[in-house]
C-alpha cells in the first residue's frame, strides 16, 4: 500500500515563521535594554574612581595656603559677580566664599606643538589677570576666548579676576590641562589608540576656613553612544560666552521654579509622599525641548547645591510635557547654624536670631549638551577636601 505524506502548506509556513519572529523580536528588544544596564552599572563603578582621581592631580597641583579670601580684594562674597545686579550670599565664617567655578582657556597660546591650552581650565585665572594687570602671562591672551568666574573686582591695588588667591604669595599659574581631565588620560590626539571613556571639570569653595572641591564625572558621546574626542568649548552667546561653562550655574529663584526646602514641595515633612519631588513648571499641553540651562531636570542627573549636597534625579523630565521631578531622596534640611549663616537674617520668618532653613537657591550641574552640540552624559559628583 502506497502512502501519500502532505507538506506543509504556504499558510502553515507563513503562521510558523510569524511565530518564529516574534520570538526574535522579543529576545532581540533585551539586548538595547542590557546594554544601557551594562552601561549604567560601568559609570556607578567607575564615577568615584575618576573623581578620586581628579582629586590626585588637584592635590599635586595646587595647595590649600594659595586660597585667599574676598575680603582680600575689598570685596564681600557675591553670587554672579560679574553682572549688573549680583546676589550677595548668605554670610558665612569671616572669609569663607561660595562655590565657584575656575577659568577657561579655549585658545592654543604656546609655539610649542607638544603644548595645547585649548579646554584648559586656569585654577585661578592667572593668564587673564595678568592680562587685565599688565603682567607678562597673558600678554598673548586673546580675550574673547577666555572665560572666568569674576570678570572684574573690586580694590584698586588687587582687582579679582576669578577664584580668590592668596595676594601675600600672588596669583599662582596653575593650569589643568584637557588631557589630564580626561579618564584615561593617556590619549591626547590622532594617532593613539583609544579614546578617554571619561571627563571631569571642578569647583572650588571656601568653607569653614578650609579648601572644597567639588568633582562632576561625564561622558561625552557621539550619537550611536560611542566615546568621542572632546575640547571643552566656550559657552552659548544665550548663557554668557565670558562665563566658565562648565559646571552650569542654575538660579532656582527664577520663576517657576523655586528654592528646594526641606519638606517637600509642600515644605510639609510629614507628608512623605512628596517629600522627594521639586517643583518645576506645569507639563505643557504641547511639549517642547527643556532649555539647557534647565537639563537639571534630566533622569539620572547629578546636582550640586550651595549646601554642599549631592543630589540625583530618580524621576525627570525631557521635554516640557514630562514631570514631576523626583530626586533619589529627599531634600535635606538646611539648619540655620551661625557657622552657615552668621546672626543675620532678612525679613521673613525666623527661629532666635537666624531665619529658617532658607532653600537651595543655586544649583550647579553637566547640562546634556555643549554650546557646539555634543552630547554630555553626567556620570556622578563628589565633594572632597583639598
Given at each position: 500500500?502506497?502512502?501519500?505524506?502532505r507538506?506543509?502548506?504556504?499558510?502553515e509556513?507563513?503562521?510558523a515563521v510569524?511565530?518564529?519572529g516574534?520570538?526574535?523580536?522579543?529576545?532581540?528588544?533585551?539586548?538595547?535594554?542590557?546594554?544601557?544596564q551594562?552601561?549604567?552599572?560601568?559609570?556607578d563603578?567607575?564615577?568615584?574612581?575618576v573623581a578620586d582621581?581628579?582629586?590626585?592631580i588637584l592635590?599635586?597641583?595646587l595647595n590649600?595656603?594659595?586660597?585667599?579670601?574676598?575680603e582680600?580684594?575689598?570685596?564681600a562674597d557675591?553670587i554672579?559677580?560679574n553682572v549688573?545686579?549680583?546676589?550677595?550670599?548668605?554670610?558665612?565664617v569671616p572669609?569663607d566664599?561660595?562655590?565657584k567655578?575656575?577659568?577657561?582657556l579655549?585658545k592654543k597660546m604656546?609655539?610649542d606643538?607638544?603644548?595645547?591650552?585649548?579646554?584648559?581650565?586656569?585654577?585661578f585665572s592667572?593668564?587673564?589677570t595678568?592680562?587685565?594687570?599688565?603682567?607678562t602671562?597673558?600678554t598673548?591672551?586673546?580675550?574673547?576666548k577666555?572665560a572666568?568666574e569674576?570678570?572684574?573686582g573690586t580694590?584698586?591695588s588687587?582687582p579679582l579676576?576669578g577664584i580668590?588667591?592668596?595676594t601675600?604669595?600672588?596669583i599662582?599659574?596653575?593650569?589643568?590641562?584637557q588631557?589630564?581631565?580626561a579618564?584615561?588620560?593617556?590619549?591626547?590626539?590622532?594617532g593613539?589608540?583609544?579614546?578617554p571613556?571619561y571627563?571631569w571639570?571642578?569647583?572650588f569653595?571656601?568653607f569653614?576656613?578650609?579648601?572644597?572641591?567639588?568633582?562632576?564625572?561625564?561622558?561625552?558621546?557621539d550619537?550611536?553612544?560611542e566615546?568621542r574626542?572632546?575640547?571643552?568649548?566656550?559657552?552659548?552667546?544665550?548663557?554668557?560666552t565670558?562665563?566658565?561653562?562648565?559646571?552650569?550655574?542654575?538660579?532656582l529663584s527664577?520663576?517657576?521654579f523655586?528654592?528646594w526646602?526641606?519638606g517637600g514641595?509642600?515644605?510639609?515633612?510629614l507628608?512623605i509622599?512628596?517629600n522627594a519631588k521639586v517643583?518645576n513648571?506645569?507639563?505643557a499641553t504641547t511639549p517642547?525641548?527643556?532649555?539647557?540651562?534647565?537639563?537639571w531636570?534630566?533622569?539620572?542627573?547629578?546636582?550640586?547645591?550651595?549646601?554642599?549636597?549631592?543630589?540625583?534625579?530618580?524621576?525627570?523630565?525631557r521635554?516640557s510635557?514630562?514631570?514631576?521631578?523626583?530626586?533619589t531622596?529627599?531634600?535635606p534640611?538646611?539648619?540655620p547654624?551661625?557657622?552657615l549663616?552668621?546672626v543675620?537674617?532678612?525679613?521673613?520668618t525666623?527661629?532666635?536670631?537666624?531665619?529658617a532653613?532658607p532653600?537651595?537657591?543655586?544649583?550647579w550641574f553637566?547640562?546634556?549638551t555643549d554650546?557646539?552640540?555634543?552630547?554630555?552624559?553626567?556620570v556622578?559628583?563628589?565633594?572632597?577636601e583639598?
Amino acid at each position: 500500500m502506497i502512502f501519500s505524506r502532505r507538506a506543509f502548506s504556504l499558510v502553515e509556513l507563513l503562521l510558523a515563521v510569524f511565530i518564529l519572529g516574534i520570538g526574535i523580536i522579543g529576545i532581540s528588544a533585551l539586548f538595547p535594554a542590557g546594554i544601557a544596564q551594562q552601561r549604567q552599572a560601568n559609570d556607578d563603578i567607575m564615577g568615584p574612581i575618576v573623581a578620586d582621581n581628579a582629586m590626585a592631580i588637584l592635590r599635586t597641583k595646587l595647595n590649600p595656603e594659595w586660597f585667599g579670601t574676598m575680603e582680600e580684594f575689598g570685596s564681600a562674597d557675591l553670587i554672579f559677580p560679574n553682572v549688573s545686579a549680583p546676589v550677595t550670599h548668605d554670610s558665612t565664617v569671616p572669609g569663607d566664599w561660595e562655590w565657584k567655578r575656575p577659568g577657561f582657556l579655549f585658545k592654543k597660546m604656546s609655539t610649542d606643538p607638544n603644548i595645547d591650552e585649548r579646554g584648559a581650565i586656569d585654577i585661578f585665572s592667572a593668564y587673564y589677570t595678568s592680562n587685565q594687570l599688565g603682567g607678562t602671562i597673558g600678554t598673548s591672551l586673546d580675550l574673547s576666548k577666555i572665560a572666568t568666574e569674576n570678570i572684574g573686582g573690586t580694590g584698586a591695588s588687587a582687582p579679582l579676576f576669578g577664584i580668590p588667591y592668596n595676594t601675600r604669595l600672588g596669583i599662582p599659574p596653575v593650569l589643568i590641562f584637557q588631557s589630564e581631565r580626561a579618564y584615561p588620560n593617556n590619549y591626547s590626539g590622532a594617532g593613539k589608540k583609544k579614546r578617554p571613556a571619561y571627563y571631569w571639570d571642578c569647583m572650588f569653595r571656601r568653607f569653614a576656613g578650609r579648601i572644597q572641591v567639588a568633582i562632576f564625572v561625564y561622558r561625552v558621546v557621539d550619537g550611536g553612544g560611542e566615546p568621542r574626542d572632546y575640547i571643552v568649548s566656550q559657552g552659548s552667546a544665550a548663557l554668557g560666552t565670558a562665563l566658565p561653562p562648565l559646571p552650569l550655574l542654575f538660579d532656582l529663584s527664577i520663576a517657576p521654579f523655586s528654592p528646594w526646602k526641606f519638606g517637600g514641595l509642600d515644605g510639609l515633612p510629614l507628608t512623605i509622599l512628596d517629600n522627594a519631588k521639586v517643583l518645576n513648571p506645569n507639563p505643557a499641553t504641547t511639549p517642547g525641548n527643556i532649555p539647557v540651562e534647565q537639563s537639571w531636570q534630566f533622569p539620572g542627573q547629578w546636582i550640586l547645591d550651595e549646601y554642599n549636597t549631592v543630589h540625583r534625579v530618580l524621576t525627570g523630565r525631557r521635554t516640557s510635557k514630562d514631570g514631576p521631578v523626583i530626586l533619589t531622596r529627599p531634600v535635606p534640611a538646611h539648619p540655620p547654624l551661625a557657622e552657615l549663616f552668621g546672626v543675620t537674617y532678612t525679613a521673613g520668618t525666623t527661629v532666635g536670631a537666624v531665619r529658617a532653613d532658607p532653600g537651595a537657591r543655586f544649583i550647579w550641574f553637566i547640562p546634556v549638551t555643549d554650546p557646539k552640540g555634543f552630547t554630555l552624559v553626567p556620570v556622578y559628583a563628589s565633594v572632597q577636601e583639598l
